[in-house]
Each structure stands twice: as structure tokens, then as C-alpha cells.
């Protein structure tokens, strides 16, 4: 069974790069496609973008220029970076499943990680 | 981009009753339509996917109906572990993927 746990610094600097990993575990990286999501403090969820370890990827238009997601398959790991932090980026970060089967990918997100909190402030 | 809305924003529901969440796409996205949980605390978790399809352990109270803009997520039997933000996203134009702004689910 598939986990996903988060993790990396949980203050980042105004200005500064937020590099987040998300360790896969029972299962590999290159076995399905995987997202980024956040939620700012008492607010929704938005997607940021997903990944496939063949260098599949795309990303959430607002947020397209700031932001790039990696796979390390040698780690079963997976990789955000998100340059230029502001307030705004202040969330929980999540990564998260979509699975891939015989019949091809399906973009609904079945397996989450935990999520690890961000804050951006000086 | 798809914009998703959710109503009511909060619905307080008693034990044993039924609750009733909609969600409402504003082009259609056919039946590319999920519905998750989310616990204070906890990461969201998948109900519903294909707008109708339950996922796997989620139990049978739970269900889902629509397609097109119109999406219903109906709790048929209201129990205190429901007590969750619920949410839908819509996977038919992306990117981006969107969300709703979620449902609060509260016990009466």
C-alpha cells in the first residue's frame, strides 16, 4: 500500500527558494503520476502541478513560472521548488497520488500524503 | 479556467438525517467529477470519483450523483465521524485541476 509522507523546512525567508520532498514508500515512483497540493490556513485546496518520472509535467498556470517538480527514483522521492516565496505561499503542502493503470492514468487524486506546513516570513 | 462552486458553505445536519452538498462546475465537465473528505488536521481523502463511483472502504452512506455542471455528494445517514469539510474537484479541462471552496459538514 502506497504512502506518501512530506517533509522539509517549515520557515522559509520573503524572497527565498521553499524546496519541499515527498518520500514514496510501499510502492515505486515510477509507478503512477504525482501531484502537488497546498492549502493556505483556513482556505481551500490548490493544485500546483504533477509530475511523471519519465518528465512528464505540468503545473498550475498562476503559479507556472515559480514552480518545478522533480522525481529522484534513485530515492523513490519526489521534489517541489518554489522560487520567490511571499506570504502567500504560506501553506500545507501535500503530495498526492494519481494512479496509473492498464487502462492509462486517472486524474483524481486516491492517495495522500500527510501534508507539511510552510510558513514564509522573515 | 473551470471554476467550481459549492453549496451551502455550511450544513448543520443532524444524526441519522440526510445531508445534502452540491457543487456546481461553471462549464460542463461531464462526469470528471471527485468528492473528498477532509478531517481538522488531516489530509483530504477520496469519496467519490467518475462523479458516481465510490472509492475503495468508503462506505455505502456516501454517495454520489450528476454530470454536466450539477453534482451532488449525499451523506444518506449522517453519522458524528462525518463531521468534515467536503470538497470537489473537477479533472475534465485542465490545468489547472480546481477545487471548490468545500462544504462544512457540522453535527446538529
Known amino acids: 500500500q502506497v504512502q506518501l509522507q512530506e517533509s522539509g523546512p517549515g520557515l522559509v525567508k520573503p524572497s527565498e527558494t521553499l524546496s519541499l520532498t515527498c518520500t514514496v514508500s510501499?510502492?515505486?515512483?515510477?509507478?503512477?503520476?504525482w501531484n502537488w497540493i497546498r492549502q493556505p490556513p483556513g482556505k481551500g485546496l490548490e493544485w500546483i502541478g504533477y509530475?511523471?518520472?519519465?518528465?512528464?509535467?505540468n503545473y498550475n498556470p498562476s503559479l507556472k513560472s515559480r514552480v518545478t517538480l522533480s522525481v529522484d527514483t534513485s530515492k523513490n522521492q519526489l521534489s517541489l521548488r518554489l522560487t520567490s516565496a511571499t506570504a502567500a505561499d504560506t501553506a500545507v503542502y501535500y503530495c498526492a497520488r494519481w494512479p496509473l493503470t492498464d487502462i492509462g492514468v486517472y486524474y483524481y487524486m486516491d492517495v495522500w500524503g500527510k501534508g507539511t506546513t510552510v510558513t514564509v516570513s522573515s | 479556467e473551470i471554476m467550481m462552486t459549492q453549496s451551502p458553505a455550511t450544513l448543520s445536519v443532524s444524526p441519522g438525517e440526510r445531508a445534502t452538498l452540491s457543487c456546481r462546475a461553471s462549464q460542463s465537465v461531464y462526469s470528471n467529477l471527485a468528492w473528498y473528505q477532509q478531517k481538522p488536521g488531516q489530509a483530504p481523502r477520496l469519496l467519490i470519483y467518475g462523479a458516481s463511483t465510490r472509492a475503495t472502504d468508503i462506505p455505502a452512506r456516501f454517495s454520489g450523483s450528476g454530470s454536466g455542471t450539477e453534482f451532488t455528494l449525499t451523506i444518506s445517514s449522517l453519522q458524528s465521524e462525518d463531521s468534515a469539510v467536503y470538497y470537489c474537484q473537477q479533472y475534465n479541462h485542465w490545468p489547472p485541476l480546481t477545487f471548490g471552496g468545500g462544504t462544512k459538514v457540522e453535527i446538529k
Open positions: 509530475i511523471y518520472y519519465k518528465g512528464y509535467s
Open positions: 510501499g510502492g515505486s515512483v515510477t509507478g503512477d503520476y
